[in-house]
């Protein structure tokens, strides 16, 4: 390809480059310059106070580790069980598109309502209660008021997002070429090893989409978390959105942006780790 | 007597497999009926729950919200009853929502003048900036990408005040532009498009580029076109995240009258909650509807994914 076609195909980028500087990357350098200053008002800079005071916050602690034991847990067992469910799904069994379409489903089902059927189902007096209390003979919990929270916003996740996942991994696996398959099980590769050595290296690529749709996603359940619970819920359900969302109603723009430049350290600091990843199984694939 | 002959015992054998194997399927699809039921219980449950009377929703679901509703004289039971057939099949939510009070249909409509230009100008900007991330790739671009994937898992919380400061600077806070040009340069569409328009193989692109076709051609009438399972479904995905948009009305617009119905169906419950099933299956019909036209170009429209660089 010769310049011109490299400027041309500059050329393409330059409307999403353009909006996405305006509204996301000039406005986060201001958001940078107010973490080191002392208010918006004076401009006085002062170093790192501002992200001292978030880091020696204890709301900040506490929000910094729920949301990492969220998405920890979370986020691996959306991974998982939707790899299994799709594996189960390329057996082919009958009413296979009947359950793809139920498993999709709670993507149609607005926010508010999931809220709704969830309050009921884990209330104190609710569903779940009382059939735990019928079939394993459990003392009643108050879900949603206990450090059990984090179980239910972890289902509540689970719920939404596997059928989403769970077609990814199905595409990919559809995607592996019988032909492989067939000279593996001609030289006496087992299921397991089928599975484990030519499926699951072939599909890794997918497997790291899945895991980076995944946390994206489990930052949106902060949504839920705060419909059903509101702005300072019990401890175990307090996130990082719950401390920003409650700095930016109380106007501390400066600590708020502190903790929006250390999030956004942390997320960088993932995904360059899944570039190395990739890069690492990209290499493998060639090999 | 009949002694067993090697032709029995490899029949038998192949009979146990079988049976094995029908076992196997029986209990596979035992597992996903369960799995299935509890996935649609709620759509069911909604569905169902939109014919109840306001006084049976209040006495079964009442003391869930107990804590918020102002005080008035109703009956609440102490339990809570997940109730999927109602006692009364009655019409009346669906009445009170459709004709007595315009303001429901008026955030209904708000929320489709919101959610349409998102999606349809999203998706122009990144296919235009999938296939400039995808044809002609360098370092330069391999690190605005990674930037464009950071700020794609930004939480909502973390753009908050950018997305703010710009709608200030720009004084569009309180219209519809502050909630329409961040949704369309959004980099979400771009990070999915791009991973697609990579796959496509290169030699198809060149050909074309060989027979005399301008980039813009190869882009509209080759590339373009092969996206187009992965158009469809990135579409829908845009289009449930922004139908279900809750911050930013709620953040940039003061006024109540141009919030969506997602923010109004989000604050139910703590108001009418009689309305809430009516409200939300009336929400429900344009993803549904959309999911079922929809449902196979998700499927397939992802075949090509795969890896977060592309």
């Not at chain 1, 940078?32 to 002392?38: A, E, L, Q, T």
């Not at chain 2, 029986?26 to 996903?32: A, D, R």
């Amino acid at each position: 390809m010769g310049r011109k076609d490299k400027i041309r195909s500059w050329l393409f980028l330059t409307p999403s480059l353009l909006g996405v500087m305006a509204f996301f990357i000039a406005p986060f350098f201001v958001v940078i310059y107010y973490s080191v200053v002392n208010n918006p008002v004076q401009h006085e800079f002062v170093g790192f106070s501002n992200y001292v005071r978030v880091a020696s916050n204890e709301a900040h602690q506490l929000a910094a580790f729920n949301t990492i034991r969220f998405s920890v847990t979370a986020v691996p067992l959306a991974v998982l069980l939707s790899l299994v469910i799709a594996v189960i799904m390329e057996a082919k069994l009958p009413y296979r598109s009947f359950f793809r379409s139920c498993l999709l489903s709670p993507l149609m089902v607005p926010v508010a309502s999931i809220v709704l059927i969830w309050q009921v189902l884990f209330h104190y007096n609710g569903l779940v209660n009382e059939s735990l209390e019928v079939l394993f003979h459990m003392s009643k919990i108050d879900w949603l008021k206990s450090s059990h929270g984090q179980i239910v916003i972890v289902l509540l996740f689970l719920w939404k997002n596997l059928g989403y996942n769970m077609i990814l991994f199905m595409a990919a696996l559809s995607s592996v070429p019988a032909d492989l398959i067939e000279v593996a099980r001609i030289e006496g590769a087992g299921k397991g090893k089928i599975f484990f050595s030519i499926k699951l290296r072939y599909i890794s690529a997918t497997i790291l989409f899945v895991t980076v749709m995944s946390i994206l996603n489990s930052f949106k359940v902060f949504r839920e978390t705060y419909l059903m619970t509101g702005e300072y819920p019990y401890d175990s359900l307090y996130l990082l959105q719950h401390f920003m969302n409650n700095t930016f109603v109380s106007l501390d723009y400066q600590k708020l942006s502190a903790a929006a430049v250390m999030m956004f350290l942390v997320i960088m600091v993932l995904v360059g780790i899944m570039f190395v990843t990739e890069d690492r199984f990209d290499r493998d694939m060639e090999e | 007597m009949s002694v067993r002959t090697f032709e029995d015992e490899k029949r038998s054998a192949r009979k146990r497999i079988l049976l094995g194997r029908r076992f196997m399927t029986f209990f596979m699809t035992m597992i996903l009926l369960l799995f299935s039921f509890l996935f649609l219980m709620p759509v069911i449950f909604t569905f169902t729950n939109s014919f109840m009377s306001a006084s049976e929703i209040s006495a079964n679901y009442g003391a869930v919200f107990a804590t918020t509703q102002t005080g008035g004289k109703v009956f609440v039971s102490r339990t809570v009853n997940l109730k999927f057939i109602p006692d009364l099949v009655t019409g009346a939510q669906y009445m009170t929502v459709l004709l007595r009070s315009p303001s429901y249909l008026l955030k209904f409509w708000n929320s489709v003048i919101y959610v349409v230009p998102i999606v349809v100008l999203q998706l122009f900007v990144a296919l235009l900036a999938a296939y400039g991330f995808s044809r002609e790739r360098s370092f330069v671009k391999e690190m605005i990408f990674f930037i464009y994937i950071i700020l794609m898992l930004m939480p909502y919380q973390v753009t908050l005040v950018p997305n703010f400061l710009v709608s200030q600077t720009l004084h569009i806070v309180n219209t519809r532009w502050a909630i329409w040009l961040p949704g369309i340069f959004s980099p979400f569409a771009v990070f999915l498009l791009t991973k697609f328009m990579r796959r496509i193989p290169l030699g198809v692109l060149e050909a074309a580029k060989i027979d005399g076709a301008g980039e813009w051609q190869i882009f509209s009438q080759i590339a373009m076109p092969l996206c187009k399972g992965a158009i469809a479904s990135v579409a829908i995905l845009i289009f449930i995240d922004y139908w279900n948009m809750v911050e930013q009305p709620l953040v940039l617009l003061d006024d109540e009258d141009m919030h969506p119905l997602s923010v109004f169906l989000s604050k139910i419950n703590s108001g009418e909650i009689s309305l809430a099933f009516a409200v939300a299956v009336i929400y429900m019909v344009l993803p549904l509807l959309l999911f079922l036209y929809g449902e196979d170009y998700l499927v397939e429209g992802i075949t090509y994914q795969g890896g977060v660089k592309g």
